[in-house]
């Protein structure tokens, strides 16, 4: 990576950041293998984690991302001084 490209630049994956789900857990690695085998599809990822007690873990999580519609705002607090006495003036004004 070069001091141009840093990781503000690039544009990062949309699954980055969105939390896996213990789907199972095993005691050897070939059984994880054999049951994230069944569970990756297109549509969900699964992948092996070895845990510090030696047990193998299989994590999923979709891949379909849900999009939820932003609400727009209510009007903020004005942060300059002239639009707090500005503000004040038109409730004085009532």
Do not use: C
């Not at 707090?84 to 004085?92: A, D, E, L, N, S």
């Amino acid at each position: 990576m070069t001091t141009e490209e840093t990781t503000e630049s690039r544009p990062k994956d949309p699954m980055y950041g969105k939390t896996w789900a213990v789907s199972s857990r095993h005691t050897s690695f070939a059984e994880a293998e054999q049951a994230r085998e069944k569970l990756a599809t297109e549509v969900t990822l699964a992948k092996v984690r070895r845990m510090s007690n030696d047990t193998f873990v299989v994590k999923t999580r979709a891949t379909t991302l849900t999009t939820t519609q932003r609400t727009p705002k209510a009007k903020e607090k004005p942060r300059v001084k002239t639009e707090k006495k500005k503000r004040i003036g038109k409730q004085r004004q009532r």
